[in-house]
């Protein structure tokens, strides 16, 4: 909060200092009174581009870090600015006055934002790592002592879990069962993987069991992992550590999700009302019942709510048979709602799932409590997809078939999750509009 409000008054302030650079030490009245119609817009303007650029997040920064995204954002702000004031001509004074609040806008507000991160810093408790890896680790941690300048405090030395160990299945239950007391008892902020001969099995039951944690994974890596591409590169000491989880949607890219999720939802809800109508007619002129089907998924941790869909089946399909996964060519399916599932309109509905906060336009699919339940039993890190809303499209519904395995599927939800932006989700997006447009399996 004081940090937002400090920067409103910077902002402001750079713009009066610039005032009285360029005018010789006085601020003449005209010019301050057509600042005071539009400062608030100019306020508005540098405070979006701060928190888009990420200068707000909650994040271990040097100096220069902060420097440079205050630069980054003064800059993104400065342009839309000047290029508003030369289309709309709402700013009657000099494009010179921007230039140099420019200059006032970067020093003043880096300056700020660092001797905040600096008291932060200060009154922040240490750091809590749990590392994992027995020779190793103690190997890393003695280095980080020497060598480190952050705060931080070691877990649970002792009781790491180590390769000894030769029955997988034994050691697999004993390693998820030692990590989730470490996690309950001691808290930590970041579990490090110090041993890069982990085998892929173990990594994948560790990263599972801190992803339900909500408790990031970083591994010192061996030459494989280094060349593995882009990695988001941290240090402990002089040790290279990697990021190998990501958490889903946090800060800004929360919110860019959410306002991408109801601006397209909407924007379809009213262009397709027409088609929706259309569509509710053919249903009932070709089989008695409802014409949207209502159905209990598993949305985000777990949450249960009810999907809304066009009709595709004869009334009361699952009566005898139970809960039973749809396949191409069942008999339950109509005409119009074999139609619907070609075309891809069954789904419309969903968008008022959307609406109201239990889906998103891009996501893994929602599958239904029975089958949430076996999958979770059967297919590990099968959980870590209900980290986010379920999606009405996804890269398993845009590369995958009704028959795709739901392991296969969840190697495209995983992928999604840990690489989201707002360009993967809009690409997705039309890719399954042109799939809907083409009438393309």
Known sequence: MWLVLGDIVLVNGAIILSFLVHFSGRVPPIHFRSYLTIALWITIIRILAFYLTGLYEDREANPFDIFYLVFK????????????????????????????????????????????????RKK??????????????????????????????????????????????????????????????????????????????????????????????????????VVMGKQQVDHLGDIPLIKITNGPFKGRDKAMKMAEDFFFSLLII??????????SLAIRLESPGPVLYRQKRVSRKGRIYEVYKFRSMVENAEAETGPVLANEGDERVTRVGSWLRKTHLDELPQFFNILKGEMSLVGPRPERPEFVEEFKRTIPGYSRRFAVNPGITGPAQLYGRYDTSAETKLKYDLAYINKWSLELDLNIFFMSMEIILTRRM
């Open 73 to 120: 954002a003064v800059t993104i702000g400065s342009v839309i600015i000047v290029a508003l004031s030369f289309y709309l001509r709402v700013f009657p004074f000099s494009r010179r006055v921007f230039v140099i609040s420019w200059m006032f806008n970067v020093l003043m507000i880096s300056n700020w934002h660092n001797y905040l991160h600096y008291v932060r």
């Open 270 to 279: 009213l262009l397709c009302s027409p088609l929706m109508l259309l569509i």
């Open 124 to 225: 922040r408790p240490a750091k809590k790592f749990l590392i994992i890896g027995s020779k190793e680790g103690r190997h890393l941690t003695a280095e980080a002592r020497k060598h480190s300048t952050r705060q931080f405090e070691i877990l649970d030395l002792e009781g790491n879990i180590d390769k000894r160990k030769k029955d997988s299945k034994f050691d697999g239950r004993e390693t998820i069962e030692k990590l989730k007391t470490a996690l309950n008892k001691g808290k930590p902020d970041r579990v490090i993987l110090a041993d890069p001969g982990f085998s892929s099995e173990k990594i994948l039951d560790i990263i599972f069991c801190c992803q339900e944690e909500e408790v990031d994974v970083w591994m010192v890596p061996g030459l494989y992992e």
